[in-house]
């Protein structure tokens, strides 16, 4: 029975979602309810419930998850600034006589933006209205506009500062210390987000290449 209710519950959350439904609500609410299906079906206790509080504060106190509103900021100030604008602008001025130019300058904006905001989504929605229409202007094909668009704009998952890299880092950094106390180890190592950072600098980069 314990199966079969999560993937209900998994379906629910998928289909609420793409009802248009606001994510926070539609994960907060879709959780609280299927709780209470589960306590009504001897699955779950609602005493698990009394820890939420502690696990909120937990995250608000958490110093390395600070940088992630920090990021969404600079992505909304670099999308009202219109600073990744003139960036694509300048970068198509300077790419403009090689062949396939404006494509390379859409990868280098990309990886600029993703190391500026860390964030996939903005990234792309921004490249998306500056740069799609002046390539499909040019005559570029539309699936290979779309497809450098978007792969240009995933590379903020992992070039640095990178907020899912920020968010590894901080479940990384626990799970290795748990498991080194479990070991015997009574004086772990850690794995900072920092580390996370410099090993996937250079792979980021050799992507943009």
């Known amino acids: 029975m314990k199966d079969y209710l999560d993937i209900a519950m998994f379906l629910v959350l998928v289909g609420a979602l793409l009802m248009g439904f606001p994510v926070a609500f539609t994960l907060g609410g879709v959780s609280i309810i299927f709780a209470f299906i589960g306590n009504a079906l001897g699955v779950f206790d609602l005493s698990f419930l009394s820890f939420l509080p502690q696990r909120i504060f937990g995250t608000m106190t958490n110093e390395t998850l600070v940088a992630v509103p920090l990021f969404v900021f600079m992505g909304v100030v670099l999308e009202r600034s219109k600073v990744a604008e003139e960036l694509l602008e300048t970068m198509g001025l300077l790419f403009g006589r090689l062949r396939g130019g404006l494509g390379i300058s859409v990868s280098v904006v990309g ?34 506009a779309t497809g450098g668009i978007a792969a240009a ?21 626990s ?15 850690t794995v900072s987000v920092g580390d ?5 600098l250079i792979p980021g980069l050799m992507l943009v290449g």
């Open 196 to 200: 996370l950072f410099a090993g996937a």
């Open 111 to 144: 990886a600029l933006l993703a190391a500026s905001t860390g964030i996939v989504g903005a990234t792309v929605v921004t490249m998306g209205l500056i740069a799609l229409p002046t390539m499909l202007k040019r005559g570029y094909d539309p699936r290979l």
């Open 153 to 173: 704009g995933t590379l903020g998952q992992i070039i640095p500062p990178s907020i899912v890299l920020v968010l590894l880092g901080d479940v990384m950094g």
């Open 175 to 189: 799970a290795y210390q748990q498991a080194q106390l479990k070991m015997g180890i009574f004086s772990p190592d």
